[in-house]
């Protein structure tokens, strides 16, 4: 039997354990995860390996260590097993009569007025939907997608070099706007340059995301050095706790900017930052058909965007 037929034998069980020892890093570990025992866990390795004709890990003292074949088909493998889990899910929605399931990754942009908004509309149509929403940033979130761990991803639509292997639909676009407290010492000034906020303590994203380098450029466009004293996280929860403590400043999308300054709590500070302006869309897997339960979602989500688009500019009043 060629190796290039013998490879057709490996059954799921086979990319399972290979997609859980990529994980753990470990057979032990593996072994427990998957409910096995150590040498089952070694002997189905030795048996994909033998199939492949290739090493897909490396023994080490600390471990065991994925080979670059090991990497790619643990890589295919928790895309299979996540096609498969759907199916699954499908097949169980269709026989139980349920509405199915949809699972969506978004950025802060999407999930402050669009998602929420969007979610309320399906169910209320499909109201035995379920959805699952993860929050994180782009670097998480797409590989994520990628993996088939999620349906798609809500958000600023990332960068070129990020794009690889997704589809992406537009829906509209954002800014972001700098935000405070209600009685913070520059809420109400309406002649604010960006120099009047150097001293300022900020919250901020991390250096790697978009939104940080956007900032960092609105500076630096004004012959400024970005600040470099600052708290930074993408919770919400964290930031908004500071905020309404302190004089920090953070940066927000401006929808969750109207959507906190209509709660009275947090404001806009009277001052645009153009550079931050980018597309909020949907990131979906190029290659791979959408579920039902996903379409529904997509289509919910391009009917509040169509509604909901802000305006051409950055509002200007807080």
Excluded at 120 to 132: A, F, T
Aim: glycine share 6%; aromatic share 2%; net charge neutral.
């Amino acid at each position: 039997m060629t190796q290039a037929s013998s490879a057709h034998r490996l059954s799921l069980r086979h990319l399972r354990i290979v997609a859980v020892i990529l994980a753990e890093g470990n057979l032990m570990r593996a072994a427990t995860a998957l409910n096995m025992t150590q040498s089952a866990v070694t002997k189905a390795l030795q048996d994909a390996e033998a199939q492949m004709g290739v090493p897909l890990f490396l023994r080490t003292n600390r471990g065991v260590v994925a080979t670059a074949f090991g990497a790619k088909l643990a890589a295919h493998a928790r895309l299979i097993l996540a096609q498969v889990g759907r199916a699954e899910q499908e097949m169980a929605d269709l026989r139980d009569g349920t509405a199915g399931q949809v699972t969506i990754g978004t950025l802060l942009a999407g999930s402050a007025g669009l998602l929420p908004e969007a979610i309320m509309r399906l169910r209320q149509r499909q109201p035995n939907l379920e959805i699952r929403v993860e929050e994180a940033t782009n670097d998480v979130l797409m590989p994520a997608l990628r993996s088939g761990e999620l349906d798609l991803v809500l958000g600023r639509l990332p960068e070129f070099r990020d794009r690889d292997g997704l589809r992406q639909e537009h829906l509209m676009d954002d800014f972001a706007r700098i935000v405070a407290r209600r009685n913070h010492p520059l809420a109400l000034r309406t002649d604010l340059q960006l120099a009047d906020l150097l001293t300022c303590d900020w919250i901020l994203p991390g250096h790697t995301t978009t939104l940080r380098r956007q900032i960092e450029t609105a500076f630096r466009d004004a012959n400024l050095e970005p600040p470099v004293h600052s708290v930074e996280t993408v919770s919400f929860l964290t930031t908004r706790q500071l905020l309404r403590q302190t004089d920090y400043l953070a940066v927000w999308p401006a929808q969750l900017a109207a959507l906190e300054s209509r709660e009275g709590d947090i404001v806009a500070l009277h001052i645009p930052l153009p550079s931050t302006r980018r597309p909020i869309g949907i990131s979906t897997r190029a290659d791979d058909l959408m579920s039902p339960a996903a379409t529904r979602l997509v289509d919910s989500l391009r009917q509040v965007a169509r509604q909901t688009a802000p305006p051409p500019g950055p509002a200007m009043h807080g």
